[in-house]
C-alpha cells in the first residue's frame, strides 16, 4: 500500500470540500460553528463539514488538534480515548490508530481506526491534518472494538489577516463506523458530536498559556 500517496490524496480532497460551497446542508448551528452535511462519494454515508471561529492563534490552536501520542487532544476530545503511533513513514507522515469510547448512551460500542496522516503547512500559514484509511500488519482488528473506517477526514487552521488571535478552524468528518448501526444513530451522532469538539477546543486553547 502506498502510504504517501493515499495521505496525499486525502489532503488533496480535503482542499477540495473546504473550496467546494455546492450542496452542503446545514444540520446544526451554534455562535461558535456551522456544521453541513453532504452525500459522501467515498462511501454509502455522508460527508461532514465543520466551520468556526476560535480564540487563539493558530499555534495554540495546532498545539491542541496536532496528531501526536501524548498530545493535548486525547484530554480534550471526548471521542479521542487512546491515539497510538503505529509507524512513521516520513517527517510529516504516520500511520496511527485510534481508539474511540462507546458512544450514544452506548448504543455505539468502542472503535478502533487505522490512518494514515499527513500534517500539511501551507505558504499563508495555514496548517492542516488529513487522514484515510489503510490497513496494517502490525495492527489487525482487535477483539473488543469494532473497526471503523475513516475516509478523507482531518482540521484545517486557517490564520486570519489582522486577527493574529483568532483562528478559523474547518474539520471534516466522514466516517464508515462499521458493525450494524440504525442509520439514525449515525446521523443524530456527528453533528452533536462536532459541536461539543469545537466547544471543548476552545476551552482547551483558552486554558493554555502564550506560546
Known sequence: MDYEERAAA?????LCYRRDEAGWKVCKKSNDVVVSWRPSSEFHGNVYKGEGLVSGSPEKVWECLKPVPNGLRVKWDNNVKKFELLEQITQD???CRTVT???AMGIIA???FVDVILVKQYEDGTISSNATNVSHPSCPAQSGYVRGFNHPCGCICVPISGEPNKTQVFSFFQTDLGGLLPRSVVDSFFPSSMAEFYSNLAKSVKSL???
Do not use: E, G, T
Not at 10 to 14: K, N, P, S
Open 209 to 211: 498559556k502564550d506560546l
Open 110 to 112: 468502542p472503535r478502533d
Open 93 to 95: 507522515i504516520s500511520i
Open 101 to 103: 469510547p462507546s458512544a
Open 10 to 14: 486525502a489532503a488533496d480532497c480535503l
